[in-house]
């Protein structure tokens, strides 16, 4: 199993997106008008629409309400994009398609220096194959990025 994180730059370009990829059928709207709406699951894959991430400016407003009870509320503020959460449930989809629209996944690794336990680098032993200098460490999901999670 692997998630994604995907960006696109509006609903719109998100629902293509996933039209090209036949994760979308066709329903009735009830009126004869039909419209194009993302299968959110099946038995490959399920995904959450996070829509626009809103992140707090660190300012606060002053919101006073019908009874006049008062209190500061954050300030949000948008990014303008529209983001989803996606399952490959099997992980055996081809994510290249993708790869312009993924802030990140689960399986993505970065090669980093191996160190001790003092925090000093190991270096790599010549009389071995491997390069015990370095290792491939899960990259952690981006903190700025929207924090949904499955259900």
């Known amino acids: 199993m692997i998630d994604y994180l ?3 730059d509006s609903k719109a ?12 059928t066709t329903e009735e709207e009830g009126n004869g008008i039909e419209i194009t709406v993302p299968i959110a699951q099946s038995e490959d894959h399920s995904y959450t629409v996070i829509g626009e991430h809103f992140v707090d400016t660190g300012k606060t407003e002053t919101i ?16 303008g994009k529209h983001w ?28 980093v220096r191996k160190r001790d336990e003092n925090g000093q ?15 491939d460490v899960p990259v952690p999901r981006p903190e700025n990025a929207p924090d949904r999670i499955f259900l």
């Open 6 to 8: 995907l960006k696109f």
């Open 13 to 24: 370009q998100a629902l293509t997106f996933a039209e090209q990829m036949g994760f979308t």
């Open 64 to 79: 006073r309400d019908e009874s006049g009870m008062e209190w500061e509320q954050p300030i949000m503020q948008g990014d």
């Open 84 to 111: 989803v959460l996606f399952r490959d449930i099997k992980g055996d989809m081809d994510a290249e398609p993708a790869e312009e629209f993924i802030i990140w996944s689960s399986d993505m690794t970065e090669r």
């Open 121 to 135: 680098f190991i270096a790599d032993d010549p009389d071995t194959p491997e390069n015990e200098a370095w290792e």
